[in-house]
């Protein structure tokens, strides 16, 4: 990871850094009241095996360590 690339990441969190990477044109931001309202999220819980762990992550504002 470049100096540039690990600032961004480190002032906007991993969601804008992550984003910010050329080959993820297609992916956006969501706001945060989105993820949170289970109505919209109807449905995923059962599609995903860690759903939980990957929704708590989302909404992290810390920066994800290596283990994560």
Same mark, same amino acid.
């Given at each position: *990871?470049?100096?540039?690339?690990?600032?961004?990441?480190?002032? !906007? !969190? +991993?969601?804008? +850094?992550?984003?910010?990477?050329?080959?993820?044109?297609?992916?956006?931001?969501?706001?945060?009241?989105?993820?949170? #309202?289970?109505?919209? @999220?109807? !449905?995923? %819980? %059962? *599609?995903?095996?860690?759903?939980? #762990?990957?929704?708590? *992550?989302? @909404?992290?504002?810390?920066?994800?360590?290596?283990?994560?």
């Amino acid at each position: *990871m470049s100096e540039t690339e690990e600032s961004n990441y480190t002032e !906007g !969190g +991993w969601i804008q +850094w992550f984003c910010s990477i050329e080959d993820h044109l297609f992916f956006c931001e969501v706001d945060e009241d989105y993820i949170r #309202d289970s109505f919209n @999220l109807y !449905g995923l %819980k %059962k *599609m995903f095996t860690r759903y939980n #762990d990957a929704l708590e *992550m989302i @909404l992290d504002p810390e920066c994800p360590d290596d283990e994560e």
